[in-house]
Structure formats: structure tokens, C-alpha cells
């Protein structure tokens, strides 16, 4: 199939293939414009370009809309988190599709993406039914999936450049990790003791070891060591619907640990173990074989979401201070700080992927701790001044 080159300025090319005619005998010819140093180079990208029109794989980007590329961009991630997928394609089709989806890829331009984010931010578009605008980090969020689309068209070469990556990211606060202070956490434990034990084992294992709730729901006992005083993180579970509740490999690699547990905790669990048991005997042939720590009556993996709903109501009926869940991983983290534990093992006890990660995070209860450490000093050189005089 025969080709050639057209220079289009400093280093674009447009390379132009014939395929034959068209139904009103017109000749047909695919366009597409290359960034390339040289005409040689031009000319190889032009044999790419030609291999692809004869065996029907080029697609006209004058024919592609938003919504058809977006399609095909999510067919291509098979490595996306089953959380994950849903979620973009929940913001697709919400907000982004029905925006721009019938636009023609190439004709969109960081104007309409510009309009899109204002109206983003506008009363009345979360579908939640709550008054007020979408969160800065929702927004953000919009963003980064615009432009991890728009990367793949240019990687694809459906487009030369990416029209998100010339609009400014809306600016999402960072908030400052909610956690207990040693007051509020006695309260908690007191109260706490009148709870059944397996919600007293979650707490304590939330609290004890830092682990995230998918992590928690995702634990099997064979995942503990009941005689080294270890568990295992492999696997965490979510729920989507369609899908039900199912267990996904971690967070990331560093994700997957073993890790000590307090022994006050695995005194818990070993309690928990044996009461699940004689639940198992009484519900007989009912229960479902799981081997998870955390199960319904019959059995079945608890859905993630019941320990959220759970330890809310708990709060409120106690009086005690509000905190969400993953509280309780914060509050682990801030009392391993104060502890004076070294950064590298706090983040390899988290599941962090490196200490950045958890100084980021942390950055508040490291200044709190550097505060006190400069009291300290401040007594010991004040005492040592005094001695002198």
C-alpha cells in the first residue's frame, strides 16, 4: 500500500495513506499527523501507519467521540482493581459522558474542560441528595481520570497533545489524618467490653496493628499464627454490587506483610476463635465454609461496609467522640510515633510504600513529637545552665 509524507512544520508530519474509493467512487485517503526529526524517520512511522489501514485496525480520529475512545481506553486497563474500574466508569457515565462524550476526541479543547470543572463545582450536582457542591477532591479526582484518557490518545496517537494537561488541577486540601488521644481511647476500650467479641477483635486488631478495614474483613485464620503471636496481611476485601463481596490482592506489594500482634489482641482473637466455633456447631450444615475471621451468622464474609455502619452507631450510643473507622488505623500510627519507633518500621507495619508515604501522611504527629522533643532539650540545657552557675 503505497504512502507519503507531508512536512507540517518543526518536527510534525502528516503521513497520508490511500485505501481505495468510497461508495460515491471518491477517492479515500487516512490522514494523521506524527511528531518525527526527520523525513526518514517520518517515513518509517508512515509504514506503521500503512501496515495499520490494511489490516483494518485504524480508526479515523474524526470519527471517534469521547465516549467511543473512553470505551476502548477502559477495555485496555486489565490491571485495574475491580474498586477501581467501577469507579471510573461510575464518574463516566454520571458526570464526564453525558458533558463531552459526544464530541469528537480531537475537537476537545481545554476550554470545554475548563467549562466542565465549573460546573463541577456548582449547587445541586451531587446525586447523593446532600445540599453544597462536590468535594475539591472529587473534582481533582474528575481530573486526573480526564487525563490519565487523554495520555492514552496521545500514547495512541489519536491525538498530538493532551488537552487536560493545559487546564490547572483544581487544588484539593489536605486534611490532617483524625485520630484518638489516649483519653478518648480509654474511653473507647471501656466501653467497648460490653460489645460482642468479634467487633471487639476488629477494634483491637484496627487499633493494635494499624491494619485498613478491607485488610481487617479480609483476614483468614490461616493468616494467624496463634503461637508466634503473627498475622499475615495477603488479601483485602471489598464489595461492589454486581459482584458481591470477594477479596482482592492488597493495597500495593509493600501492602503484603506479617507483622506481631499485641498480646492483649491475639488473647482476643484465640477468644474469638473458639466462640466462632461453637457458632459453627450450632448453624451445622448452614455455615458457609469462608475460613474468615469476621463472618455473618451462617458463616459468610461480613460485607466491609457493616463494621463502617457498626462502629458509628457504636460511637453515638456511647457518647464517645466521632472518628471514622479508619481512625483507628491513625490513631495507631500517631501513638507509634510518640512511642519514638523508627520511621522505617512504622511505615513496614502500615503497609506503606516507603516512609515518605507515612511522614506525609503523619507530617502533623512528627512536628507534635519533634515540639515535645524540643522541650525536653530545652530542660535538660535550662537544668545544665543552672548547675553551672
Known amino acids: 500500500m503505497a504512502g507519503w509524507v507531508e512536512s507540517r512544520g518543526k518536527n510534525k508530519w502528516r503521513l497520508n495513506v490511500p485505501d481505495g474509493t468510497g461508495p460515491d467512487g471518491k477517492r479515500i485517503t487516512h490522514r494523521k499527523v506524527v511528531e518525527a526529526t526527520s523525513e526518514r524517520e517520518a517515513k518509517k512511522l508512515l509504514d506503521v501507519f500503512s501496515a495499520e489501514v490494511q489490516k483494518g485496525q485504524y ?88 487525563t490519565n484518557i487523554f495520555n492514552a490518545a496521545v500514547k495512541w496517537q489519536i491525538i498530538l497533545t493532551n488537552p487536560a494537561l493545559r487546564v490547572e488541577a483544581p487544588k484539593a486540601k489536605k486534611h490532617k489524618a483524625t485520630s484518638y488521644e489516649e483519653e478518648d481511647t480509654a474511653a473507647l476500650l471501656s466501653a467497648l467490653e460490653e460489645q460482642p467479641l468479634k467487633f471487639q477483635a476488629i477494634v483491637y486488631i484496627a487499633l493494635g496493628c494499624g491494619l485498613r478495614r478491607g485488610e481487617i474483613m479480609g483476614l483468614e485464620w490461616k493468616d494467624i499464627d496463634l503461637t508466634k503471636g503473627t498475622l499475615e496481611v495477603r488479601q483485602s476485601s471489598q464489595y461492589l454490587p454486581g459482584h458481591g463481596t470477594f477479596a482482592k490482592s492488597p493495597k500495593n506489594e509493600s ?66 467522640s466521632p472518628l471514622p473507622f479508619h481512625g483507628l488505623r491513625h490513631t495507631a500510627a500517631s501513638y507509634m510515633i510518640k512511642a519514638g519507633i523508627p520511621l522505617k518500621n512504622i511505615a513496614s507495619r502500615l503497609g506503606h510504600s516507603s516512609p515518605n508515604t507515612t511522614l506525609n501522611i503523619y507530617a502533623h504527629s512528627f512536628k507534635s513529637v519533634d515540639a515535645e522533643a524540643a522541650n525536653k532539650m530545652n530542660d535538660i540545657l535550662t537544668t545544665r545552665k543552672k548547675g553551672q552557675a
Open 59 to 146: 480508526i479515523a480520529p474524526s470519527k471517534l467521540t469521547f465516549k467511543e475512545f473512553s470505551q476502548k481506553w477502559l477495555e485496555s486497563k486489565k490491571d485495574l482493581a475491580p474498586k477501581t474500574l467501577y469507579r471510573y466508569k461510575e464518574i463516566l457515565n454520571s458526570r464526564i459522558l453525558p458533558a463531552m462524550g459526544h464530541l469528537k476526541i480531537e475537537d476537545i479543547k481545554p476550554f470545554h474542560i475548563m467549562q466542565f470543572y465549573g460546573n463541577l463545582q456548582e449547587p445541586g450536582i451531587r446525586e447523593d441528595g446532600k445540599e453544597g457542591t462536590l468535594s475539591p477532591a472529587t473534582v481533582l479526582y474528575h481530573h486526573r481520570l480526564l
Open 255 to 320: 501492602s503484603e506483610r506479617i507483622i506481631a500482634v499485641p498480646t492483649e489482641t491475639m488473647s482476643l482473637l484465640k477468644q474469638h476463635r473458639v466462640q466462632q466455633n461453637e457458632q459453627r456447631l450450632q448453624v451445622g450444615g448452614l455455615w458457609q465454609a469462608s475460613d474468615r475471621l469476621f463472618t455473618t451468622w451462617d458463616g459468610k464474609p461480613m460485607h466491609p461496609d457493616s463494621i463502617t455502619k457498626w462502629f458509628s452507631g457504636f460511637l453515638k450510643n456511647n457518647n464517645l
